[in-house]
Structure formats: structure tokens, C-alpha cells
């Protein structure tokens, strides 16, 4: 396969992750190069196909399924990936009010860490707005 090939590829990988972020997180950038390195792109197309069925083809659409991610995440404790989908939330047209009610929604169903963890994400997210 030519190396433009392989660009365009990569690039259709990223073009998804854009679609659903408005940007190509840098984990995902680390996972397409290194299966550009040992020629693993087939995975990452295979993920990002998943990804994009999962989410864009759900009948829940792409705000709301944003907003759950953020609150399961939120209850799992991973702060980063809990990050990404409160921003993708936004991308997707929620507002930090719907994000305040996930955080308070995990308080009930995951204790007081994953709501604080909610309000920690929402008050960087409001201050970036400032």
C-alpha cells in the first residue's frame, strides 16, 4: 500500500474522531502511530467504525450519548476520558447545565468522588469559557 494510502487512512480515522470531538484527542493520535508502526491500522478503522456506529447511529443521538459516557465515566473515576466526553458533550450541543445534571445524577447512583469529580471538570469548563 503507497503511503498516501496509508495518509488517507489515517486521516478518515481522524476526520471520525473529529466529527464526534471536535478534535483528534492525543490518545488517539498515540494509537494511530503506533499502528502505523507495526501496521495495525486495521484496528484502529475497526474501532473508529465501532465507535462511530455506536455512537452516531444510536437513537439516543450524539448529545445524549455524550452525557452518558460523561456520567459513566464520572462513576468509574477516569478523569480523562470523563474530560474528553464532557468536551465532546459540548461539541455534541449540550451546555454546562446538562453536564451539572449528570454530575448530580452520579452522586445518587456513585457516591460523592464521582460527583465531585463532575463539578471539578464543569468549573474548568466554565472557567475556559471565561
Known sequence: MTGDAITERVEAVRDRYRA???????SVEDRLRVAGTFDRL???????ALRHLVLAENHL?????????FGQLLALGHSGPARL??????????????????????????GAPAYALGIEIIAELQAGES
Open 20 to 26: 464526534t470531538y471536535g478534535a483528534v484527542p492525543l
Open 85 to 110: 466526553h464532557a468536551r465532546g458533550a459540548l461539541h455534541a450541543g449540550a451546555d454546562l447545565a446538562d453536564l451539572v445534571g449528570v454530575a448530580e445524577t452520579a452522586l445518587i447512583t456513585a
Open 61 to 69: 443521538g450524539g448529545r445524549i450519548q455524550q452525557l452518558v459516557h
Open 42 to 48: 486495521d484496528t484502529e478503522e475497526t474501532f473508529a
